[in-house]
């Protein structure tokens, strides 16, 4: 399943008048996009597994709803401040396929704040907590019966077996330097991304463009950094998959590979 948050508001700090407030509709821009279960664009409504409807009320402001296919009923509906990079602000929710609440938090300028509720499908509460930037999250956990059970943490990323310096460690080990970037003298890192399934296994791997500052060498000779990067981590072994809200998802993960000839 697809996870999405749910502003059902904009909450703009200081004083304005009505005119202010309220958007000029003439600038009102609509866009409709479909995606697939994964969340990746479709050219068109066959197959997709979700409608995306974004509402931009001016440069900055605007809304994204977003639906279950075929139902059409509503999975989210969020406000934003600005779209690229986009900052979160203000009361979000979520909806299990039956219509039933799923998620309930606020943010404040991209930060999570304020309390986080979840339920079950069933509507039973599954969770209550409290979050404020950098303080450490508390609240408590419900099984399905409404009964308290042990606390943990809404977010779990994957976890490589061993640890963190255990898969920079292999990652270097798995790679094999590019000719071409031994020629060139080249030095630099590249850091991919990629899906952790809820198998923990890697897929979809995507290395990043070079820096824009890089200099000429490195950019001439990047597109066999990036080959052997994403060579490198196929090599991974599987993952601890990560969980929201104790079931098991699918996480974007990111790990930076370094070539160095020190």
């Known amino acids: 399943m697809k996870y999405f948050l749910l502003v059902v508001g904009l909450a703009i ?9 309220l958007p000029d509709s003439t600038k009102i821009t609509r866009q409709i ?3 697939d279960k994964d969340g990746h664009r479709l050219a068109g409504a066959a197959r997709a597994a ?5 509402i931009l009320v001016d440069s900055l402001r605007g809304m994204e709803k977003t639906y279950y296919l075929p139902s059409g009923k509503l999975l989210s509906f ?3 401040l600005n ?4 900052v979160r602000h203000g009361a979000y929710m979520e909806y299990h396929t039956s219509g039933k609440m799923r998620l309930q938090e606020s943010y404040v300028l991209g930060q999570g704040q304020g309390p986080r509720l979840t339920y079950y499908p069933t509507g039973v509460l599954r ?12 609240g408590e956990c419900f099984g399905p019966d409404g009964q308290v059970v042990r606390y943990f943490p809404y977010q779990q990323m994957p976890v490589y077996p061993g640890d963190t310096a255990v898969l920079l460690r292999e990652l270097q080990q798995n790679i094999k330097y590019p000719h071409e970037a031994l020629i060139a003298h080249v030095q630099g890192v590249v850091v991919v991304k990629f899906l952790v399934t809820t ?3 890697v897929k979809d791997i995507r290395p990043e463009p070079p820096p824009a500052n890089a200099d000429a060498d490195l950019k001439r000779v990047y597109g066999f950094l990036q080959e052997e990067a994403v060579q490198a981590v196929r090599k991974l072994k599987p993952f601890v998959p990560g969980r929201l809200d104790g079931e098991l998802v699918e996480t974007v993960y990111s790990a930076p590979v370094t070539f160095s000839l020190e």
């Open 13 to 21: 700090s200081g004083t304005a008048s009505a005119a202010d407030t």
């Open 127 to 138: 969770r209550r907590e409290q979050v404020a930037p950098g303080q450490p999250t508390t």
């Open 83 to 86: 779209r690229r990079p986009r």
């Open 50 to 54: 979700y409608r995306v409807e974004t």
């Open 78 to 80: 969020e406000g934003f």
């Open 199 to 201: 198998e923990g296994r």
């Open 33 to 35: 996009e479909y995606q």
